[in-house]
C-alpha cells in the first residue's frame, strides 16, 4: 500500500506580521512541530491524517498528501511535493513523498 511521507523542513517567523496582528506576548514559531519531524498517513486506505499531526496544518495539505499516498500527482511530478500550513505568522514547510508500505491492513 501506498502511503505519503511528511518531514518538517522549515519552520518560519514573519515577527513584523505578528507585532502587527497578534496581541499574544512571546508568540514565535510553531511548537507543535520541529525541523525533521517525519510523520506517515494513515487509515486502511493510507492517505488519512497522521497521529499527533496539526490538525489545521493537515487542512492545508491533505489534498497533495492524498493525492500522492493514493498514486496520484501533484503539479504533474508523482513522488515528491512542497507545501506549506496556511498560517501566515509562523508558517511550517513540508516535504511530502510517497512511500511504499507492506504492513497489511485491516478494513
Known sequence: MRRCKITVLKREF????????????NFGLCHLMKEGDTFI???PF?????????D???????LQATSLATVGKVFGVDDVHIACCNDGVRPVIFKLEAIEDDSEQIF
Open 14 to 25: 514573519n515577527d513584523d506580521l505578528a507585532k502587527q496582528y497578534i496581541k499574544i506576548p
Open 41 to 43: 498517513t494513515s487509515g
Open 46 to 54: 493510507g492517505c488519512g491524517m497522521p497521529e499527533n499531526f496539526c
Open 56 to 62: 489545521m496544518a493537515w487542512h492545508a495539505i491533505e
